[in-house]
């Protein structure tokens, strides 16, 4: 329906709506958070659901101690690669629809132990990400600011055509592989397929990044 059409409907007391945006709204205000942290911006998600912040506004305020009855992981704080394929396996327990944020520097690149051996860089490595929250640690208002971004992310999501998400492809996997611990590191050390989905533009320039897509380091 035109929005303009819609809008003057709205002012006449009239509300029409869509499936879709029914659906959509229904989904975006019901995420339901899996309870886990990793390090310390853990304490900030912790603060986000308390009464001065108060998450449970945005309809997220029931963090889920199992990964079957939540479809939001928040992975918060550094990812070691011992930690990371229970990561992976928590994510891959989720029913779909499922969502990832990944809040702060660690979660998202390593952050101030990028350069350590035993720290993995970025999360997006094995699952796909669909918030990135800087800063180190983001405060809770940065997860707030990146849940309502994730909730507008479901609002505009279309549940056909190409555009649709992921989920909703039935050639599209909602499991990812769990890496191994290697001798030297995880094997393997990227999910390449994944990679090259999210970083599709920066693979196809060989200037920043290898045919692996490796490019991010
Ligand atoms: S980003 Fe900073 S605050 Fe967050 S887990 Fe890493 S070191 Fe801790």
Same mark, same amino acid.
């Given at each position: 329906m035109d929005a303009e059409l819609k809008n003057e409907l709205s002012r006449q007391g009239i509300f029409t709506t869509t499936l879709e945006e029914l659906y959509n709204w229904g989904r975006k205000s019901s995420v339901w958070p899996l309870t886990f942290g990793l390090a310390c911006c853990a304490i900030e998600m912790i603060a986000t659901t #308390?009464?001065? $912040?108060?998450?449970? +506004?945005? !309809?997220? /305020?029931? @963090? +889920?101690?199992s990964p079957r009855q939540?479809? %939001? #992981?928040?992975?918060? !704080?550094t990812v070691t690669k011992k930690m990371a394929p229970q990561v992976v396996r928590l994510y891959n327990q989720m029913p779909e629809p499922k969502y990832v944020i990944a809040m702060g520097a660690c979660a998202i690149s390593?952050?101030? @132990?990028? &350069? !350590? $051996?035993?720290?993995?860089? !970025?999360?997006?490595r094995y699952i796909p990400v669909d918030v990135h929250i800087p800063g180190c640690p983001p405060r809770p208002e940065a997860l707030i600011d990146a849940f309502m971004t994730l909730q507008k992310k479901i609002a505009a &999501?279309?549940?056909?055509?190409? /555009?649709?998400? +992921? $989920? %909703? =492809?039935?050639? /599209?996997?909602s499991e990812f592989p769990v890496p191994e611990y290697g001798a =030297?590191?995880? /094997?393997?050390?990227?999910n390449v397929k994944l990679w090259n989905i999210i970083y599709k533009t920066a693979a196809k320039e060989p200037s920043s990044a290898g045919e692996d897509g490796s490019g991010k380091d």
């Open positions: #308390m009464a001065r $912040y108060d998450l449970a +506004r945005f !309809g997220a /305020e029931v @963090f +889920r101690p939540a479809d %939001l #992981m928040i992975v918060a !704080g390593g952050g101030p @132990f990028k &350069q !350590g $051996y035993n720290v993995l860089k !970025g999360i997006d &999501q279309s549940l056909t055509g190409e /555009e649709r998400p +992921r $989920y %909703l =492809h039935a050639d /599209e996997p =030297h590191d995880l /094997e393997p050390p990227k």
